[in-house]
């Protein structure tokens, strides 16, 4: 073992009783005549720190280089100038809500190379019993840390030491009870229909085509063929910044889609086109403001929600469980083939069509009891 002569480096204990060794030398004088003095500990070993020591005390002042540091939320800002021209607006727009309503509270003010790992451990535990989406959270603290070490104003990036914990959120609704039978739409619609409208027609849209909500707010009557009984899905309501409703691309290029209207819905339409004519704002968009403008994506909620409370025997089902209403009654009504259920929800790959459909329902127990009794084995 080698004498410990150098009376710079010295020990240290943690809170913890561990063993520390750390030194602080005189460099000399930077090129505006500056002296400078530096600092360095957390070495495991003497060994450790006298390695680190001999180099700065060979380099001298031409090898030092004052430790750059940033805020959190600056890093943010750098980041997201960056990202927001590689991205759709809607998704720069959730993207900087992320940042707003989790990480900024927390971090946004504190400086990147002093937040330690056990700050971002309680962090993402934290996150984890509130959010459902939580490691979309914890990632996005990462990708800051990623690009700081680029730039040279992190070295390492804590995120990577923590154990991501497990899902302790309420989950989101399970889909087999997010879903209408026949009787209980027939049920609903026709309480929608004793509303108004519009508020009828939209929730026939829903649960005629499997629609998703954005996509059927962002309709125009030039979409809805109603002569060929055909209706082009092209575009979708998103939001942009500061929460203003705008029009984009689909979400993916299966999104774009063409589907058949049915007999039954093409009656709402008619309907619907002939009663929009008195509502001269709406001659274009099948649903918009008394301004002719985009309407928000609250807004079907708001409809939802109140026929509900106009009839309180009603089973309560989210605006998305319309669509997946739509694909359930498909698959056990029809022989409809699972591609074609792919093409008409329009779905990137077969696999999120079977993974999200092929439910046990009990119209699939009673099946499976009349199969087995035919087989007889």
């Known amino acids: 073992m080698p004498k410990r002569t150098n009376n710079e480096i010295t020990s240290y204990k943690l809170k913890s009783g561990k063993k520390r060794w750390k030194f602080q030398t005189y460099l000399g004088l930077d090129d505006k005549g ?11 070993t003497y060994n450790e720190a006298i390695s680190e020591y001999n180099k700065l005390r060979a380099q001298g002042t031409q090898g030092y280089q ?34 707003t309503n989790h990480i900024k509270p927390i971090f946004g003010n504190q400086y990147m190379d002093k937040i330690k790992v056990k700050s971002v451990q309680e962090f993402a535990d934290e996150k984890a ?5 939580y490691k979309d959270v914890v990632r996005q603290l990462s990708t800051l840390y990623e690009y700081a070490i680029r730039l040279g104003y992190a070295k390492n990036n804590p995120v990577k030491r923590i154990i991501m914990p497990k899902k302790t959120s309420r989950p989101r ?31 026939k ?17 030039k979409d809805i063929d109603l002569k060929n009984s055909k209706l082009q899905v092209n575009r979708t309501l998103a939001y942009g910044y500061n929460s203003k409703p705008i029009v984009q691309k689909p979400k993916s290029p299966m999104s774009h889609r063409t589907l058949p209207i049915s007999p039954n819905l093409k009656k709402v339409l008619i309907k619907y086109k002939d009663y929009q004519h008195k509502q001269k704002p ?5 649903f918009c403001t008394y301004e002719g403008k985009w309407l928000a994506l609250s807004k079907p909620a708001q409809w939802l929600d109140s026929i509900y409370k106009r ?10 469980g319309f669509r997946h209403t739509f694909a359930t009654l498909l698959i056990n009504e029809t022989n409809v083939k699972p591609k074609t259920v792919q093409m008409l929800m329009g779905h990137e790959n077969i696999k999120m069509t079977m993974d999200i459909y092929t439910h046990i329902t009990k119209t699939n127990k009673d099946d499976a009891k009349r199969s087995l009794k035919a087989l007889n084995i």
């Open 34 to 44: 500056q002296k400078v003095s530096v600092t360095r500990q957390g070495f495991r």
């Open 66 to 99: 004052k430790p750059k540091q940033i805020k959190v939320d600056e890093m943010y800002k750098l980041w997201f100038k960056s990202y927001k021209g590689q991205v759709k607006e809607s998704t720069a727009s959730k993207n900087l809500q992320v940042y």
């Open 129 to 133: 019993q509130k959010l459902v989406k």
């Open 173 to 203: 609704r399970d889909i087999k009870h997010n879903v209408y039978t026949r009787k209980e739409l027939n049920e609903f619609l026709e309480e929608a229909k004793h509303t108004n409208p519009r508020t009828y027609t939209y929730f």
């Open 205 to 221: 849209i829903l649960a005629s085509t499997g629609l998703r909500r954005s996509e059927a707010l962002a309709l125009t009557w």
């Open 282 to 286: 709406c001659s274009i968009k099948l």
């Open 311 to 320: 009839n309180l025997s009603l089973k309560r089902i989210t605006i998305h």
